[in-house]
């Protein structure tokens, strides 16, 4: 049995605005096993970055407030983790990549001074690199291996005559360039897991292919777990072995991708694969599901989804259906699945 990273229990999560309280998170039930690589898809609004950002705890609270349930990482609650115990959850197990690759870089400060300084506040990582060393003696020392091991991440994630660019500052690289930059600052500390939160949808699509290739070998490369956050269907399915699909801020599908593309359960999980294969689909909408995702602030009562299926039934406004198994390794959120 591989091992759990990460067991995401009946999270609740509510954002305090001006307009009143939303409730965003309503019972997110997630796993993610070592190995896998996971496809958190979803209309946009639906809670797919907030829930992946609960691993690492990078919600801000305010506005965020937890209500309920828990996160686990390796077996611990992060939700009860102090500041310092948070840093170094941060700094050492979970990477992370934005979607919008300028927001993860500082424009006033070259591409080494910031890949040195993340790696140096790694300090212990340094230990592990191929040198070997337990500890370095001084401070010039130590900067100078972190320029050694920051050329040899750009290296790794495919930017040429890495010793000569890495002394440029961000605006002199392309979207794609810079994405492989943050990738390799992600990597820098040989996370357990990487949450890449649309980490394609800014670049165009010859780079998006790139991209998502440096991570697939990446996973086989250092035994990285990912957390892939997409609107693009068929970018699981090339790329992901499980999926999770939300919608209104619950999990209402997961399990294999290749099981839940032929065999989809939910209405919701069915009209989502319609809408690739009739249209290219634009964000947030959905050609196979008609209307549109119901306000967070007065969500309808039971299943978030029934006032748009077509299969509802009385009994679906009733309560909010429990995530099940609907058959070994496949769970689904939904009425005509239970007995
Ligand atoms: N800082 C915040 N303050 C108030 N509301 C927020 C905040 N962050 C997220 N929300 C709300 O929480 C809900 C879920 O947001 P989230 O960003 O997780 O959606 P998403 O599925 O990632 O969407 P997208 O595909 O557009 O990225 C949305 O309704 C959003 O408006
Ligand atoms: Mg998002």
């Excluded at 989502?272 to 689909?281: M, P, R, S, Y």
Aim: charged content about 20%; some cysteine; overall charge positive.
């Amino acid at each position: 049995m591989r091992e759990l990273l990460v067991d995401i229990k009946a999270l609740s999560l509510e954002m305090v605005t001006l307009d009143g309280v939303a409730r965003v998170l309503n019972g997110v039930n997630l796993t993610i096993h070592r190995g896998d690589l996971v496809g958190l898809v979803g209309e946009t609004g639906c809670g797919k970055s907030v829930t992946a950002m609960s691993i690492p705890q990078l919600v801000p609270q305010p506005p965020a407030r937890y209500s309920g349930g828990e996160v686990r990482f390796l077996g611990e609650n992060v939700l009860e983790k102090s500041a310092e115990e948070l840093r170094r959850l941060r700094s050492r197990h979970i990477g992370v990549v934005f979607q919008d690759p300028m927001t993860g870089l500082n424009p006033v400060f070259s591409v080494e001074q910031q890949m040195v300084d993340a790696l140096l506040s790694k300090q212990d990582l340094l230990a592990a690199t191929t040198l070997g060393r337990r500890w370095l003696p001084s401070s010039r020392m130590q900067r100078r291996h972190a320029q050694e091991r920051a050329i040899a991440l750009l290296r790794r994630v495919g930017i040429p005559e890495a010793e000569k660019r890495i002394h440029a500052y961000p605006h002199e690289f392309s979207g794609g360039m810079r994405q492989r930059v943050l990738i390799a600052m992600a990597i820098a500390g040989r996370p357990d897991l990487l949450i890449a939160d649309e980490p394609t949808t800014a670049l165009d699509v010859s780079v998006q292919a790139q991209i998502l290739r440096l991570i697939a070998e990446l996973v086989r490369e250092i035994d990285l777990t990912v957390l892939l956050i997409t609107h693009n269907m068929g970018l699981v399915a090339q790329l992901c072995n499980r999926i999770a699909v939300m919608y209104a801020g619950s999990v209402v599908e997961s399990g294999p991708v290749r099981r839940i593309l032929r065999e989809p359960q939910h209405p919701y999980t069915r009209g989502l694969l319609q809408a690739i294969v009739t249209e290219k689909t634009g964000r947030g909408t959905l050609q196979g599901v008609p209307g549109s995702v119901p306000s967070l602030y007065e969500p309808p009562p039971g299943c978030r989804f029934a006032p748009r299926c077509q299969e509802a039934r009385p009994q679906c406004t009733a309560a909010l259906p429990r995530l099940r198994q609907s058959a070994p390794d496949h769970q689904v959120a939904c009425v005509l699945y239970e007995e």
